[in-house]
């Protein structure tokens, strides 16, 4: 079993407890048994919520907190979903399928509300558009519990994998499947040491990334998952010193800096082609390494966000800038996905 597949399967393991009350609890109908860990209070990007019982009609809106769901085995909760960058992973397909697509991005206030739902899931701040009517405050005037993904909050000393567990605990306890948060934390901690594991010793390279841009460039900061997928993937952000997650960089930066690789984000309707294209026939680049020797490795956006995807995507991006590092080993040797593969599968039969 691949370790994308068994990332997920110990967590399935766990049987999903019954769906408590509403979290008003103020319906009128008798109360039903206490669940366990609830009331759960929760302080999420400054909003403190408690909550009774778990959500039980949910929107969530952005692919990574859609996978996050999917991952926890939670797609019966969900009663809509909006906003892909991508396609959503294979093994979440029949799953993400049994939703109902809101909108194609985020939907208006009126449709939101037409879903009738009891909690929205946001992935970015632009999911909580105050000027759209979907401002938390608001919502929460209407009812309506919310959570933004840990990596939109501002300041918060939890960065790279330490929020990634944040996120995943917090949602767990959030719907009453703590066991199965923790099952999804243990695989992803196992399947970054298997990459760490046959990295051991290798040279990080100098990695820049560009997302978008043409008078400057719109690259990865310092402050979210991207600059620590590069960090654990054998490379080392020339814009680690970014106070943000993402900005605007000058050519002139990046040409000073001297990156070995350039880590291309493919999404939108701007092809990885035609980026390789803009890179390779600027003139202001024609002396950066990455550039001269034509160095580039490419991840899909939806795998480079605080999301179930990031252990793959650490392996992915390794195996581009070392894959010197995950060549076959002499016979009765094993490689780090080797031992990874092991420690998932001794997990999943916990």
């Known amino acids: 079993m691949s370790r994308r597949r068994t990332f997920i399967a110990a967590a399935l393991l766990v049987p999903l407890t019954a769906c408590g009350t509403p979290q008003s609890g103020d319906d009128g109908k008798a109360p039903t048994a206490k669940k366990a860990g609830f009331p759960y209070t929760v302080t999420n990007c400054g909003v403190r919520t408690t909550f009774k019982a778990p959500p039980e009609r949910v929107v969530t809106m952005n692919q990574h907190v859609t996978e996050v ?26 799953d993400y399928k049994s939703v109902k697509v809101l909108a194609a991005k985020y939907p208006s206030y009126e449709t939101l509300l037409g879903a009738n739902p009891d909690f929205v899931y946001g992935g970015y701040a632009s999911a909580f558009d105050k000027q759209e009517g979907r401002d938390r405050a608001d919502l929460e005037k209407a009812g309506i519990a919310t959570r933004m993904n840990v990596e939109g909050c501002p300041g918060g000393k939890a960065t ?42 290798v040279r990080p390279l100098r990695t820049v990334v560009y997302d978008s841009g043409d008078t400057a460039a719109f690259t990865a900061g310092g402050k979210g998952i991207g600059n620590e997928i590069i960090g654990l993937a054998g490379g080392e952000n020339v814009f680690a010193d970014l106070d943000r997650t993402f900005g605007d960089v000058s050519w002139e930066q ?29 003139p202001a680049l024609a002396d950066v390494p990455a550039v001269k020797n034509k160095r580039f490795a ?42 990874a593969e092991t420690a998932t599968a001794e997990t999943a039969r916990r």
């Open 69 to 94: 769901m999917l991952a926890l085995g939670l797609k019966d909760r969900l009663v809509g979903t909006a906003y892909l960058d991508d396609k959503v992973l294979p093994r979440f397909e029949k």
């Open 160 to 201: 790279g994998m330490a929020r990634l567990r944040q996120e995943i605990r917090e949602t767990g306890a959030t719907f009453g499947v703590p066991e199965r948060a923790e099952a999804l934390i243990k695989e992803a901690d196992a399947a970054i040491a298997g990459t760490e594991k046959a990295l051991k010793g």
């Open 298 to 339: 490419v991840l899909p956006l939806s795998s480079v966000v605080l999301g179930v995807r990031v252990p793959d995507a650490v392996d992915a991006l390794a195996r581009q800038l070392h894959p010197e590092a995950f060549k076959k080993p002499v016979a009765g040797e094993k490689t780090a996905a080797d031992a």
């Open 254 to 282: 990046v040409v000073q800096r001297r990156p070995e690789v350039i880590l291309i984000y493919d999404y939108g309707g701007t092809s990885v082609a035609a980026k390789k294209k803009r890179l390779l026939e600027d």
